[in-house]
């Protein structure tokens, strides 16, 4: 499975950017997909997960509420549609797939590129 994150970008804090990651392959519906960040000096942090069907999403205490997870089974696709965006939420975001609804980043195994998030003041 390869993964291609796009949608990154400079805006004001309160403002909104919406997140893609396409992926290659037929098995894509078989995966729960996440989204992480990472800041510089930080770990890579989870933000977000999707169940395979897209019934269920969890999310980190930081985000919820203003951020929203979801895929399109038929488009291969994730996305990740960030509102009231704060300068904290500067990062570089990656989407990646696993094969268990869990929120740890050593248990996912494929990793997009990362697309960068900056949140200005």
């Known amino acids: 499975v390869q993964l291609q994150a796009s949608g990154g970008g400079l805006v004001q804090a309160g403002g909104s950017l919406r997140l893609s990651c396409e992926a290659s392959?037929?098995?894509?519906?078989?995966?729960?997909m996440g989204w992480f960040r990472q800041s510089p000096g930080k770990e890579r942090e989870f933000v977000a997960v999707?169940?395979?069907?897209?019934?269920?999403?969890s999310y980190a205490d930081s985000v919820k509420g203003r951020f929203t997870i979801s895929r399109d089974n038929t488009k291969a696709t994730v996305y990740l549609q960030m509102n009231s965006l704060k300068p904290e939420d500067t990062a570089l975001y990656y989407c990646?797939?696993?094969?268990?609804?869990?929120?740890?980043?050593?248990?996912?195994?494929?990793w997009g590129q990362g697309t960068l998030v900056t949140v200005s003041s």
């Open positions: 392959g037929r098995t894509f519906g078989s995966y729960h």
């Open positions: 999707i169940s395979s069907s897209g019934r269920t999403t």
């Open positions: 990646a797939t696993c094969s268990s609804f869990v929120r740890d980043p050593r248990l996912y195994n494929y």
